[in-house]
């Protein structure tokens, strides 16, 4: 069982509101992503990290920011959230210490909705 | 276009009975491929990995093939049970970059039946 941790589960928001989207690993892992997963569709990656103080975008264009402060988190902002984000948020990590490095760890997702 | 494309998109089987799960990709240079099982609510985890050297590689009852020349895989799923009820995911990696290009299927969702 992965050590990767999201908040919350579920959310369910009005247009505009501000959320963020925890996700914490106890791996060490120096690798972390942000993936959009809609039903029947392959993941998407809209952001990544290679460790601390550097962030990536993806290859799916999105109006979320991340932020990585620390190895373990790996926070999602949406400054203004509208329906079109309603969507299934996956967050992963990868690193040498699982002894694969492109070995993914999935947290169990965030699904939000916005009315 | 690097693609992945996996087939079939759903299958239904009944508990006990064998299935086979495709994918073939387009993706180059290649690096390795991966199979994941994502459960309904849950995020994806990792079944087996393939090198391009291997052919075949098996993880209790799943078990994973590769011909790198045709760029095929499949997973055979042997003596079903209803707790394979799931998607499942092929990835296939590239060697473009430092970190590994990914590339997703968008899966097979497979249903077992009692």
């Known amino acids: ?17 501000k959320i963020t989207l925890e996700c914490s690993q106890t791996m060490g892992h120096d690798k972390m992503y942000w993936y959009q997963q809609d039903p029947g569709m392959e993941l998407h990656l809209i952001h990544y990290s290679y460790g601390v103080n550097s962030t990536e975008k993806g290859d799916l264009s999105s109006e979320s920011t991340v932020s990585r402060i620390r190895t373990e988190h790996f926070p999602l902002t949406l400054e203004s959230a509208r329906p079109s984000h309603t969507s299934q948020y996956l967050c992963a990590s990868s690193g040498p210490k699982s002894g694969d490095d492109e070995k993914l760890f999935f947290g169990s997702g965030t699904q939000l909705s916005v009315l | 276009k690097n693609q992945v494309e ?16 495709q994918c073939n990709y387009t993706v180059s240079p290649f690096s390795n491929l991966r199979w994941y099982k994502q459960d309904t609510g849950r995020g994806p985890v990792s ?7 291997e052919n075949t590689k098996s993880n209790g009852r799943y078990t994973a093939t590769l011909d790198a020349d045709t760029k095929q895989s499949s997973l055979h799923i042997t003596a079903s049970q209803l707790s394979d009820s799931a998607s499942y995911i092929c990835v296939v990696s590239d060697r473009g970059s430092t970190l590994g290009r990914l590339y997703f299927g968008r899966g097979t969702q497979l249903t077992v039946w009692p």
Request: hydrophobic share 35%; aromatic share 8%.
């Open chain 2, 6 to 21: 996996q087939s079939p998109q759903s299958l239904i089987i009944l508990e006990g009975k064998n299935c086979t799960l």
């Open chain 2, 47 to 53: 079944l087996t990995i393939m090198t391009f050297s």
């Open chain 1, 1 to 17: 069982e992965a050590d990767i941790y999201q908040t919350p589960r579920y959310l369910v928001i009005g247009t505009g509101k």
